[in-house]
Nanobody
């Protein structure tokens, strides 16, 4: 079973920044595409960013220009740098594989003034 641990969430004001981390044992982050998802209360989980095993990156339109996904193969960690945060970014953020069967606890991001 693949187990991911998300961290780095918190509470920030609009316009602020956070850097989320997603760690796992082994080399699974290096050899697989990785995704960041988020889920706000009452809403479906949505894909916000993806990085392929070859480094190709895609973002949801709602976060383009503000979020940056990256991967550190040495640390076996994927990151999500979030800038210019908006209240609508408030959600629990999760990382997972394309075909992940289970979900971690996620990390809470709250953007409010």
């Amino acid at each position: 079973q693949v187990q991911f641990v998300e961290s780095g969430g918190g509470s920030v004001q609009p316009g602020g920044s956070l850097r989320l981390s997603c760690s796992a044992s082994g080399r699974i982050i290096r050899i697989n595409a990785m995704n960041w998802y988020r889920q706000a209360p009452g809403k479906q989980r949505e894909l916000v960013a993806r990085i392929s095993s070859g480094g190709r990156i895609n973002y949801a339109d709602s976060v383009k220009g503000r979020f940056t996904i990256s991967r550190d193969n040495v640390k076996n960690t994927v990151y999500l740098q979030m800038n210019s945060l908006k209240p609508e970014d408030t959600a629990v953020y999760y990382c997972n594989l394309d075909y992940g069967l289970t979900w971690g606890q996620g990390t809470q991001v709250t953007v409010s003034s």
